[in-house]
């Protein structure tokens, strides 16, 4: 059973636009959610998170928004840059284990 | 420093081998966790351990997969009789704690079982 999905699997944005990833969820024990950021043959890297508690967390160009009463979550990118361009994964926690959504592939063209 | 490594990158088996793969967690952190990333899927749970203790295998598909952590650093992955759907890349990640924000990944290992 997928908990966390992506529903797309890839996005296009210009660079110096705003990019948004978007993530939903079922499972309504999640109390803690990632982003992960992926380039080609590497692991995945964190990138921001944001605990149920909190609507909004920010980090320079990232913001996650979490709302909870719908299960969505979503990270934005602002403003974009070609060094974006990577695969970015959102994953849910209830402290006893992580789901990964399938993963968005964002590219970003200059 | 040295972050999480994992041997060997690329492992290519015929179908019915066993294979063994390994993860050296960046040193000092207590918690390791295994992932199964399928093609175009994001990784799955497989298996956590906190030092030596393995606390949680409700994810290992079935029992033909094993993993061990014997000192509290490095683990390995063991795969007997490697099936063709074993094919994946496997993710090993090290947190400090429990905390799953700190969680590293490694670059994995690709798995091919012909």
Sequence with gaps: DQQVKQNSPSLSVQEGRISILNCDYTNSMFDYFLWYKKYPAEGPTFLISISSIKDKNEDGRFTVFLNKSAKHL????????PGDSAVYFCAASDNNDMRFGAGTRLTVKP | GAGVSQSPRYKVAKRGQDVALRCDPISGHVSLFWYQQALGQGPEFLTYFQNEAQLDKSGLPSDRFFAERPEGSVSTLKI???????????????????????????PGTRLLVL
């Design chain 1, 74 to 81: 979503s990270l934005h990118i602002v403003p974009s840059q």
């Design chain 2, 80 to 106: 007997q009789r490697t099936q063709q759907e074993d094919s994946a890349v496997y993710l090993c990640a090290s947190g400090v704690w429990v905390n799953q924000e700190t969680q590293y990944f490694g």
